[in-house]
């Protein structure tokens, strides 16, 4: 990764590249020659040629500029993949006396793997369609209650509707919630211990 920022008005802005590399296995081969796991397409014609690695990579950039109220960022997904888009978001934070808050709209990718991430294409000799290449288009809210004491507690809310090339629509809700105690809250250091709560709707 190459990160570089400087300072712009009342804010940050910053330039930044990532060199993405991802190796999702192989497959092996059945005594018919035909791959195994019988997965994806697979299991509808058999797959019996083309690459049985599946890996890819790429490159990233993106740029943005932040202050300690607006932040926004614009750039790609790696280029080199088999699925390219422009990702980026915009967010707003502000604060109503101890309560705090932020406002946040965004295109993500998901990249929990490399279909969902790149996107990966079969083979010409067998369908030749490029499927995945996931995206995550919403926004959310982020809310904490904090009056400098040794207590606080926050919790966040995101939806998102999920799209890629070849595959379901989806949505997405994702709530999240804590509390937190300050074992050490000085002004050059901060500890702090807590629970939180995390749910996931599909």
Known sequence: MLHVDAPLADGRMFFRTDLVNMDAGSFSTNSDGSYSPNWGTCGEIACTSGSKNQTDGGASVAVGWKNETWSADIGTTPMGFNVVDVVGGLSYSNDLGPIGYTLNMHRRPVSSSLLAFGG??????????????????????????????????????GVDRLTGKNVADNWRVRWMTGYY???INEDNRRVTVGPEQYALAL
Do not use: C, F, P
């Open 181 to 183: 105690y300050k074992v």
């Open 120 to 157: 990966q294409k079969d083979s010409s000799s067998h369908t030749g369609i490029t499927w995945g290449g996931v995206r995550a288009d919403g926004g959310g809210v982020s809310m904490s209650y904090d009056k400098g004491e040794a207590n606080g507690v926050w919790s966040s809310l």
